[in-house]
Each structure stands twice: as structure tokens, then as C-alpha cells.
């Protein structure tokens, strides 16, 4: 249903423009809410994983798009399109898009989703063998970025603690291309309420072997046996100012670093995640 638009005064067009992503998350309490998919490559990704689309704002050129187009994006929109008959599409020039959304839009492709309730821990650990666990990590940059590695390299699992950027925010689903649509994740474990303990108890109880990424005198190089050759194995990445906290490290049954030239000694913590997945996914 295509609906030409020449004003951001439009009521519908609030989730678009007057919340921010955190009351997004929560309009619906206590059921999940909804979260904006930006892009037409992360909106068909989220599409073809099962999400429902409530809106979308397109810019008008891609109104008509075909699939049979010489233009990427237009044949990506195409097919969402397929996906959007039955709920309002929204049309309007790039530069009213920018106006709505606050920033100024390049790609033209934003879609309102309902959120889904997230699994269990149990449910993420079943059938996984290569599982992240994200301490904290407060960037939405780091945050998409490590899921698309995590995607990409072979990790079958995500977990966050709950200060940890949501993977659905605009900028870390756009960052994941689409990559937290395509691996399981879900928030578990509080680091102010007994963390790591929790987490830690299930991780070993289903057979996980757990290392942590820091700094250590304990430290074994990323490329020792005892990891690559686990046959679970899940991966703890800490906060991007202070690391990981010494309960983890305390707890956990390695730490690793990854050998460092030029008296260099850590690699941000996106780039790190994709070293380690790339090390130790080989094996699996």
C-alpha cells in the first residue's frame, strides 16, 4: 500500500522521527516492542528471518522498483516490496526522509518491525560450538560489527549483558549487515548482580570450555591448542574503556591475547572479535 508523503507532520510517521530507539524498545511493555531496520540489505535480511514489518518509509524513487532492474538497491527493494503489500508504505523525497529521521539518509530504506520475544540462554547454547559473550560493550558500531564477523566467521552464538548495546538499534543492526538477523542472541546475566556466575554454571554445565580476551600474565596466545582443538568454546570480550571484570577472568578457564608487533598491545574490540572468530572457528 504506497502512501505519497510531502510533510513530516504525519502522525504514523512518529516511530520514525518522535521516540528514540530505547522507548521504541519499550512502547509495547510488557510485550516487545518494535526497532527501525535501516537499509534495503539489513531490512530483507530481518524480513527473510522472520520479522513483521508494521511500516516503511521509501524514498519515491524505489516506489515503482523491479526486480529486473540494473540498480542493486532498487532490485533488493523489489523485493522487499513482496513482503510490504498489506501494510502502509510510506513514499518521499531523500531530503523529507532526513528531516523525519533526524539524520541525514543515504540509502533511503527504513522499516518499522515488531521485536520478538528473545530465547532463553538454553536456547541459544543448543547445537552451538562457537559462542561470543559481549561484556558491556557499550558502541553500537562495536556492537554490529562484531555480529558480522560473528556471521561471517563461523561463531554460533551471541550473549550480552544487559548494559551492552541492543543488536536491534538502528546504527548496530546497519553496522551487522544484517548479521543479528542471521545467528541467535539474546541479553543474559547482570556483571552488578553476581555476574559472571550464572552465565559461567551454564556455560560449563553444557559442556563449554570458557576463555577470556585480556591482558594477562596467564595469557596463553590465541593460536594454543587447548582452544582451537575445544569442542565448545565460548569467547568473553570485555567493555571498551575497562576491559573485562576480574570475576571473569577469575572464573573463566583460559585468557588469551592475541600477539601484538610495534610494542602495540590490544586492538579494539570489534577488530579483536574478528581475529579470534577467524582463529578459533577452524576447527569446528
Not at 521516540?19 to 530483507?44: C, D, M, R, W, Y
Not at 522499516?111 to 561470543?132: D, F, I, T, Y
Request: charged share 20%.
Amino acid at each position: 500500500m504506497i502512501i505519497p508523503v510531502s510533510t513530516r507532520d504525519i502522525p504514523e510517521l512518529n516511530v520514525y522521527a518522535a521516540k528514540n530507539e530505547s522507548q521504541l524498545k519499550h512502547i509495547n511493555e510488557p510485550v516487545p516492542g518494535i526497532f527501525i531496520a535501516e537499509t534495503a540489505n539489513v531490512v530483507l535480511r530481518a524480513l527473510l528471518s522472520g520479522y513483521e514489518p508494521l511500516s516503511m518509509l521509501l524514498e519515491e524513487r524505489f516506489s515503482d522498483a523491479a526486480e529486473g532492474s540494473t540498480d542493486e538497491v532498487e532490485r533488493t527493494v523489489a523485493k522487499i516490496l513482496k513482503y510490504t503489500e498489506n501494510i502502509p508504505v510510506y513514499t518521499a523525497p531523500l531530503d523529507l526522509i532526513s528531516r523525519i529521521s533526524g539524520f541525514k539518509q543515504t540509502r533511503g530504506v527504513l522499516c518499522a518491525m515488531k521485536r520478538r520475544e528473545l530465547p532463553s540462554l538454553s536456547e541459544v547454547l543448543e547445537n552451538a560450538s562457537r559462542v561470543a559473550v559481549l561484556e558491556d560493550v557499550e558502541n553500537p558500531t562495536n556492537v554490529g560489527a562484531i555480529f558480522r564477523s560473528a556471521a561471517a566467521l563461523g561463531i554460533d552464538a551471541v550473549i550480552l549483558t544487559y548494559r551492552s548495546v541492543d543488536p536491534l538499534y538502528r546504527r548496530a543492526s546497519r553496522v551487522s549487515m544484517g548479521g543479528v538477523f542471521r545467528i541467535p542472541w539474546t541479553f543474559a546475566g547482570n556483571k552488578h548482580a553476581g555476574w559472571p556466575g550464572p552465565i559461567m554454571e551454564e556455560l560449563k554445565a553444557a559442556g563449554f570450555k570458557t576463555v577470556s580476551m585480556a591482558l594477562s600474565d596467564r595469557a596463553v596466545p590465541l593460536s594454543d591448542p587447548a582452544l582451537k582443538n575445544a569442542q565448545k568454546l565460548a569467547v568473553f570480550f570485555g567493555n571498551e574503556e575497562n576491559g573485562l571484570c576480574a570475576a571473569t577472568l577469575e572464573k573463566s578457564d583460559h585468557i588469551a591475547i592475541i600477539p601484538m608487533m610495534h610494542e602495540m598491545d590490544s586492538l579494539n574490540v570489534a577488530a579483536a572479535a574478528a581475529v579470534t572468530f577467524w582463529e578459533l572457528c577452524g576447527n569446528k
